[in-house]
């Protein structure tokens, strides 16, 4: 719903803008059914006839979302409590989950939300939920709709993972020392991709050892392209023409000598035209371990400050993967 509003909005103006939208959950069954995005024949009964024509198509005895607005939106499993959070963002809509939580857990939370956003970004709660007591970080845009802007303050939130657990309170407790030590470990780990997501902002994507995205921040969307069909969260089948080979070589590297990699000079198709950026992979280090992750960071525009480098299509290789 989110995308299709942003689409309509921009094609209203004269705008070259492209949404991207971060859609997460922690049930891995509900983001596959959401990349999905076929929804049954019943929704006719909530739709106009412009948004049933211009956003969905027939498909079987129900409609899916077309695929342009499916472009726009990345599905990954995050969980609030446990994962470290997206920067630099533009929105937060998080409805109808705070109310799920302790008051002690909400409290945690609504300064990650102010971290996590732009200054004057906005948030978006559920109708039950609000930001009393952070009345310093966020200001109403329409407190009938929790509707909220972020205010230009610096606060730094407490970033030790996990924040809790959800429920009643007493599940919260910690149970040992083994878990306690866990937890302390996950923390670190955690604490150090955050970092990385923050460092390098607003155009990175963590992946695993297998290469599938995990996190993303910021306007990924110009390097990456989610393929249709099944979902997929492979980066490599993600990455636009002229990036996949550069990329899967760089993360090999990254992978065999567990040392920072640099491509420079990598042509990107993007907007129909080569982009010319530079490609950074680093290891995220992990505790006495082989990296389990890794940040792929794009690194566009001139960096003396000028204007981003266009370039002509290079030359095709004999043989493209």
Wanted: proline share 7%; aromatic share 8%; hydrophobic share 35%.
């Amino acid at each position: 719903s989110l995308a299709i509003l942003f689409l309509r909005e921009i094609g209203r103006g004269d705008h070259d803008l492209s949404p991207q939208v971060f859609a997460t959950d922690i049930d891995s069954k509900a983001l596959d059914a959401a990349r999905a995005a076929i929804y049954p024949e019943s929704i006719t009964a909530h739709l106009t006839g412009e948004q049933l024509e211009h956003y969905f198509r027939k498909h079987g005895h129900g409609y899916r979302v077309v695929k342009r607005v499916r472009e726009a939106c990345i599905f990954s499993k995050h969980d609030l409590i446990r994962d470290p959070p997206f920067s630099r963002l533009d929105m937060i809509s998080c409805r109808n989950v705070l109310i799920y939580m302790t008051p002690t857990l909400q409290q945690r939370l609504i300064p990650i939300f102010h971290y996590a956003l732009r200054p004057g970004g906005v948030l978006l709660l559920g109708p039950s939920e609000t930001v009393t007591r952070f009345e310093h970080l966020f200001e109403p845009i329409d407190h009938k709709q929790r509707l909220f802007r972020r205010r230009d303050l610096s606060v730094a939130p407490r970033f030790d993972f996990p924040l809790g657990s959800y429920g009643d309170s007493t599940n919260a407790r910690e149970t040992g020392s083994e878990e306690r030590q866990r937890n302390r470990e996950n923390s670190v780990s955690r604490q150090a991709e955050r970092y990385l997501l923050e460092q390098y902002a607003p155009s990175c994507v963590v992946v695993d050892s297998r290469y599938e995205a995990v996190y993303f921040a910021g306007n990924t969307g110009q390097y990456l392209q989610p393929p249709s069909g099944a979902p997929d969260n492979a980066v490599l089948n993600m990455a636009r023409h002229g990036l996949k080979n550069q990329l899967r070589q760089a993360l090999d590297d990254a992978a065999r000598t567990q040392q920072p990699v640099v491509r420079e000079d990598v042509h990107v198709r993007t907007n129909g035209e080569y982009e010319i950026i530079r490609l950074r992979v680093r290891p995220i280090p992990r505790l006495e371990q082989r990296a389990d992750y890794y940040a792929v960071i794009f690194e566009s525009g001139d960096p003396r400050g000028g204007e981003v480098p266009r370039a002509k299509p290079p030359e095709p290789p004999a043989v493209e993967q």
